[in-house]
């Protein structure tokens, strides 16, 4: 069954930082990859889809890349601002599954 | 505008009364999934429609039932039969199942004592 792992689980950074998260997952047989941000007591925004044809997506000062070999994938924020301030998921869609596998997600802090 | 709806955004039963959580979307989209959401782990899926009239059990099914009559509409029964019922439970769907983008709703929290 697939596994998806976030490290860390949270991170606090100053505003204006460059930050990367990370994720990891055991089956490289996937659809596509989903990057989302919750904010508390909140439904998930979609960020970025990632097909297994694709190495990165990018949208404004998000980045996102796919490494489907080795089972990785990173989301690269330029310039963090408080309003980045939330918790990021990845989730994966497999081959065979009818659903996507989470992660339990990175927490972000970005400091005044 | 577009989008999904859930309702209520809370909800609070005694143990042992059954209780529906409405899922409605406007994006015409095939596909519609529940998930439900606990401290410290990843959402899992419910129950998941491909299609009008069409359901399938995901990995926590049990003491959980769902219908889709519409295709804009997909409500998740929590039933007395569900263990440990109070959680943050998700709506989603997609253009199609696949590989295509799942959105999601705002999420309805379920207390129950």
Known sequence: KQEVTQIPAALSVPEGENLVLNCSFTDSAIYNLQWFRQDPGKGLTSLL????????QTSGRLNASLDKSSGRSTLY??????GD??????AVKGT???NLFFGTGTRLTVIP | DGGI????KYLFRKEGQNVTLSCEQNLNHDAMY???QDPGQGL???YYSQIVNDFQKGDIAEGYSVSREKKESFP???TSAQKNPTAFYLCASSLQQGSHEQYFGPGTRLTVT
């Open chain 1, 77 to 82: 924020i330029a310039a963090s601002q408080p």
């Open chain 2, 76 to 78: 998740l029964t929590v």
């Open chain 2, 34 to 36: 529940w998930y439900r």
């Open chain 2, 5 to 8: 709806t859930q309702s209520p």
């Open chain 1, 85 to 90: 301030s939330a918790t990021y998921l990845c």
């Open chain 1, 49 to 56: 889809l990632i097909q297994s044809s694709q190495r990165e």
């Open chain 2, 44 to 46: 899992r899926l419910i």
């Open chain 1, 96 to 98: 065979g599954a009818n």
